[in-house]
């Protein structure tokens, strides 16, 4: 697969698999309701992604796919770890603006 | 289909660089490995139309079970998709009729029935887009789809040689160029239902009933409706099988992809040989395809 797209299918699926994790820890409603809403944008670029031949060879889709891709394993260590789902949603909230830029990218090129 | 098959052997017999009323084995043979190709490849196509439709369906499900907004729009992007592997398969089955045809030869009352079909084809690779507003298909698709067209029409016989050939690579060009894109769908198949199943299991929502065959079966036993306890105690086992059959699902579709790669090259490979020396000495499909008519067959129970 290309790296690109994948790492966005990966995102999309990190962030789903949160969901349950972060309602077991406790979340309030609108955390998961914005948790939901970063899940369908990971969703949507992710598809956009697939829809259109990202440029993998692109230094700059290079460069925003390893930023997200650090920032996943971040994410990963927070949902498990941190306990703190504000911070989780911080981060998130990050990664998937990464993967937005990476699908904005692909699509100007 | 009969009508378009045996009008199109005049124009394969043609593109094959035959000059006379007969038809050689070699030809014959390429023939019908080209048609088993073409027709796993509509084949693999049909599959992965599923594997989208299916998706659909999942997030349509997800959306009632976890609250995750899926609507209209979302919609959209897969259904643009669909219409997208739609138009491969209807192009792989023309390939597969035009290949099938090795019966009435030069017969010049079948010569308008061939254009036809060689324009029919011609017309669907022209028309194939990339992946909605993708990278551009292979060029020489379309040049091929516009060569098939013009000697069809002009009966060029000697042109239509080098148009088989080069519609066969161009159509192995386009796939391979595709492939991460047909693995991501599948896989994101697979992860989907996975996810579901998961969250269903969260809620008590699947009879475990079955993992006890193994213990049960051999003795004639049947199992009671599960307490709520055996659920619990079965249900973590349950999510490691799924995870496992998951990534398995994931690597036999790659596999798969790899071989319908391997295998339109390989026929490329054979109808350049046949259309340049006038031999192709080799009989049988690619083997390759047996890999993927496996993993066709392996969708066809899991789909709803």
Known sequence: MGPSLQALENQYFLLRSSLPTLTAQGATQDQLDTLRSLIVQARTNYWTALNKTLHDDDPAVVALTSQMNAEQMNIVAAVQHLGNI?????LITKAVDIGSQIVAKAVSL | MTFHRSAASVLVLAVLGLSSCKVS??????SQ??????????????????????TIALFELDSAISGIPYGDNDRKLQETTLAEL???????E???????????????KMAGSTADSATKLGKELVSVKALPSGSPVPDALGK???????????HEEK???KAMDDTLSAVAALFAQEKNAYDTMADTHDRQASQVAMDIMDKNGVDPTPML???????GLTATPPSAALQASLKQLAKDRLKGQTAQATRREEAASTAMVDSLNEMSKRVHALATDNKMPVRGEPTSLKQVKEWVESLGAAFI
Request: charged fraction near 20%.
């Open chain 2, 144 to 154: 091929a789809g516009n060569f098939l067209i013009q000697i069809a029409q002009q």
């Open chain 2, 159 to 161: 042109k239509a040689a």
């Open chain 1, 86 to 90: 504000a911070k989780v949603l911080d």
């Open chain 2, 25 to 30: 084995d070699d030809a014959i043979a390429a």
């Open chain 2, 86 to 92: 739609r138009q491969r398969e209807a192009m792989a």
């Open chain 2, 213 to 219: 065959s193994p213990a049960l079966k051999p003795f």
């Open chain 2, 94 to 108: 023309e390939l597969a009729e035009l290949a099938a045809s090795m019966t009435a030869l030069s017969n010049p």
């Open chain 2, 33 to 54: 490995q080209m048609t088993a190709t073409a027709e796993c490849l509509r084949d693999y196509y049909a599959a992965l139309e599923r594997s989208v439709t299916d």
